[in-house]
């Protein structure tokens, strides 16, 4: 972790070895066969609203913001919210069936 937390520096930063690993592109989308990896930026119950910063270095997890705000939700959610790893598009490369 780096920064306090409820802050705008607040980020979740992941490592392997020391060495620091994106959660978007280094953690495999399957773990076993039929299992799959789960990126959980959002535990259930919590208010504050997290993502993968997808435009820093290494894609740490940081509080979204809005209008200059920390976002948080207005309810506790009831499930754990997040990505799959590897599952990301380039909006600039072109598949025939899109």
Do not use: M
């Amino acid at each position: 972790e780096e920064g306090s937390p409820a802050t705008f520096e607040y980020r979740v930063k992941f490592f392997k070895d020391s060495k620091p690993l994106s959660p978007w592109h280094h953690v495999p989308l399957e773990a076993k066969s039929s299992l799959f990896n789960f990126v959980t930026e959002i535990p259930t119950g919590q208010l504050p609203k997290f993502e993968v910063a997808t435009k820093e270095a290494w894609n740490p997890i940081k509080q979204d913001i809005k209008k200059g705000k920390l976002r948080e939700y207005n309810i506790k959610p009831v499930f754990n919210y997040g990505c799959l790893p590897q599952t990301w598009e380039d909006p600039s490369e072109l598949h025939s069936e899109s």
